[in-house]
């Protein structure tokens, strides 16, 4: 990290209907594919998803669930998790697809970002998957939108192809506020394969437990330990909100989340060409939602992991 000139650092929260390309995008700027990428809505939860550089600034992706109307209680507090992300960040992005224009979703997310505060920040509208479309009605939905909520910047992108995502990486930059970088250097080397160390054991978790469950559940990669014979051991926890949660993640005697750490452990393997051991924990943290330690997730030392 440069000494002798000013860095910068902070939150850029990505926001949008469920499917917008939220993901997508966010494994664009980080360039490390970080997240789960699916066709299955809301499979992203509020929570540090990548950290990006450009130059001298740090940029940390708070990546949301897709906005959406609440119905369940759960789903409410998916919702003010996503509000929540947006709040704290330095900057909002607002992805809309091209080819669904002002949805009745997207109104919504444009009402509520006023009452949730997303508006004290700047505010960037990017209309996603512009290769769906001919360029033609794009600047009417872009002036459409911008009556709506008075945007600081608009970028046409394509979050799968990248068009226009360096134009907009590099926007985010120049506007992230002066500070020192909350991520040295040198976590951000095996930052991205710890993530996708938690990301997998996660998706495991997901398709496990089908229930409602693994949206209350984060996955820390703990520790990284390259080993002399060339396997690695990767130390996890899974985090749950309730004493009864974790009943149902080990499972009886333990069988589940053994059941689970053999998925991640293969997929691992296949991933890293190497031999893993992996060590899963289940602990209880009652509102970790809530938890500003909440950005420590996934492998990253910025608490003393609690
Ligand atoms: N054609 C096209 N498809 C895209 C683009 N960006 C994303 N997609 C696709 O849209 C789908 C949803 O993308 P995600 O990145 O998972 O969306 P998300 O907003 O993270 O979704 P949630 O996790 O449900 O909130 C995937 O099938 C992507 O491949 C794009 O620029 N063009």
Request: net charge negative.
């Amino acid at each position: 990290m440069a000494e002798d000139h000013a860095t910068r650092c902070g939150f850029v929260a990505l926001i949008g209907e469920p499917n917008a390309g939220k993901s997508t995008l966010l494994n664009r700027m980080v360039g490390a594919k970080v997240s789960i990428v699916t066709h299955k809505v809301q499979t992203t939860r509020a929570r540090i998803r990548g950290v990006a550089l450009e130059g001298d600034a740090q940029m940390i992706f708070v990546d949301t669930p897709g906005l959406f109307r609440p119905r369940r209680r759960l789903d409410r507090a998916m919702v003010t998790a996503a509000w929540t992300g947006a709040a704290d960040a330095d900057i909002v992005v607002l992805l809309v697809e091209a080819h669904r224009g002002l949805t009745d979703g997207v109104r919504k997310i444009l009402d509520s970002m006023a009452e949730h505060g997303a508006d004290k920040h700047p505010t960037v509208l990017a209309i996603n998957k512009i290769d769906r479309v001919s360029s033609d009605g794009l600047l009417a939905l872009t002036a459409e939108i911008n009556e709506l909520h008075d945007f600081d910047a608009t970028f046409m992108i394509s979050a799968q192809k990248g068009y226009g995502v360096d134009d907009l990486r590099g926007w985010l930059a120049e506007r992230l506020p002066e500070g020192p970088w909350l991520y040295p250097e040198d976590q951000i080397a095996d930052l991205p394969m710890r993530m996708i160390a938690a990301e997998m054991t996660r998706e495991k978790l997901t398709l496990r437990l089908h229930q409602e469950l693994p949206y209350q559940m984060t996955v820390e990669t703990e520790s990284w330990e390259e080993r002399k014979d060339g396997s690695v051991r990767i130390d996890q926890i899974v985090y749950v909100a309730r004493d009864g949660h974790k009943g149902i993640a080990l499972g009886p005697k333990g069988a589940t989340i053994k059941a689970i750490g053999q998925d991640a452990r293969k997929e691992l393997e296949e991933f890293l060409g190497r031999r893993v051991h992996l060590f899963i924990q289940v602990k209880v943290r009652p509102n970790w939602l809530e938890e500003p330690e909440r950005y420590a997730e996934m492998g990253l030392d910025f608490s003393d992991g609690g």
